[in-house]
């Protein structure tokens, strides 16, 4: 059967045909790292994680690249609040640490990269002075802006006509601007204390108007304006066309229609060959986000259900699906995972024991069996559909649990075609974690490798303090300890960086 995805861009469901049909290049727009990452961020993750993992399966190369916005306002609004940091730097570090060890703790596989805007600022001038030069911006008082009329193309995502758009930006912003609908491409000078006031915590300390990082280009002292940082990112990991770049709905518009504008002005190339956009988290008809305070953080979640009951909700709806996240639908998940997870273990435990027969043969558990992986490639070729998925395994742990309940001697062949079908399936496309160890060592359905994490951070900070007093043979053996439990260690001009290996 064809993969077959529903494309923002025509509205269609349509077959997918990457450009290199050995290879797909998919591009995630990610977190902006101002505040902890919550179930609704978990939600754009996990089908991500899951879209790789199946194109994988289907034997395409993927290359997976998603970035972390860690220059903005909202980050710069969070300086100085609860010991967040004193920097825009230090405050994005310590929410990107914590974003890692939230992903770590799902089970996430590793994109090829993760890309910073900090890191690409020189990428970013060079192609808002590529749009300059072919005509499709404008510089104003030392910012920048995209003039909407010039690209003719403008809203097709989206389906908004510029006539009728309202503009983009403040009123000051507003001001500089030919076209209302017109938006930044470069801000001149710092963050203005006026635009931290809807982020700033009420237990902040004052902010002036040095704050946050500023860059020298050929318009002044500056920073880049949002919508430049995923083109420039992107096209430096993954070049000038996407075959998929995935988004949450909240920012279909003006975020990735303004992505399309400067980037497909820029090179004339088409930007992204598929849009899918998924669908928000919803907590009592509205969105969940940090802005409105009605979040569960992953951080939580993990610690209070386990990653495969929060992998096992987040996937009971497809990606394009409307999900609401309320104590039903967290128990209802929780008892599906049990199911799935007791059905495996008893499985496991029948095949290693002394009554599974090469001579016993159970039609029906095999037909079971065949049926639920043809229907379990059938979802998640009809546009991702992990529901289905999920259901489709179900019916597997069903048949399952009816041949080991109605027999004395079981079908050996039939065990192992349903324990490699949770394992293949569930494990190693939807991310679960059956018989308590990661597909990759990456995690545990018990968060003990979120865990893990902790606690080398902690004893990060130590030899960080040993070293900073003087103390480098102390500081030196709890590497030396940490290597030994399986902790690789990497000093850096930014700091140490480590690897959870295989941690006993």
Known sequence: ????????????????????????????????????????????????????????????????????????????????????????????????????????????????????????????????????????????????????????????????????????????????????????????????????????????????????????????????????????????????????????????????????????????????????HVRLLETDDEKMSSSLGNYATVDEAVADLGANVVRTFLLSASYSQRQTYSDATIEEAADRWERLERAHERAIAAIDGPDARAKVEDGELRETVTDAQEAFETAMDDDFNTRAALSALSEMATALNAHLDANEVYDYRGLKAAIEAFEELGGEVLGLVFGGSGADGEANGDGTVHLADELVELVLDVRESERAAGNYERADDLRADLEALGVTIEDTDDGPRFDVGDVR
């Open 1 to 276: 059967m064809t993969l077959r995805v529903t494309n923002t861009l025509s509205g269609e469901k349509e077959p997918f045909e990457p450009a290199d049909p050995e290879s797909v290049l998919l591009y995630v727009c990610g977190l902006t790292v101002s505040a902890p990452a919550h179930l609704g961020h978990a939600r754009l993750w996990v089908h991500a994680d899951v879209m790789d993992r199946w194109l994988s399966a289907r034997g395409y190369d993927v290359r997976h690249v998603e970035n972390f916005t860690d220059v903005n306002e909202k980050i710069v609004a969070q300086i100085g609040a609860d010991e967040r940091g004193d920097s825009e730097d230090a405050v994005a570090r310590t929410f990107i640490r914590e974003t890692v060890r939230d992903m770590r703790s799902l089970n996430l596989k590793r994109a090829e990269v993760y890309p910073r805007v900090s890191e690409h600022v020189p990428e970013i001038i060079d192609l808002v002075e590529t749009l300059i030069e072919k005509g499709y911006a404008y510089e104003s008082s030392g910012s920048v802006y995209f003039d909407v009329t010039e690209f003719e193309e403008y809203g097709k995502l989206s389906n908004q006509n510029t006539e009728e758009l309202q503009g983009q930006g403040d009123p000051d912003e507003r001001a500089e601007k030919r076209h209302p609908a017109d938006f930044a491409l470069w801000k001149a000078g710092a963050v203005p204390p006026e635009d931290l006031t809807n982020h700033r915590p009420a237990d902040a300390d004052s902010i002036d108007e040095s704050s946050g990082e500023t860059w020298n280009s050929p318009w002044g002292e500056g920073r880049p304006g949002w919508h430049i940082e995923c083109s420039a990112m992107s096209m430096a990991t993954l070049g000038e066309t996407l075959d998929i770049h995935v988004a949450g709905q909240d920012i279909a518009f003006p975020h990735n229609e303004n992505e399309i504008a400067q980037s497909e002005a820029a090179t004339g190339e088409t930007f992204a060959r598929y849009w899918l």
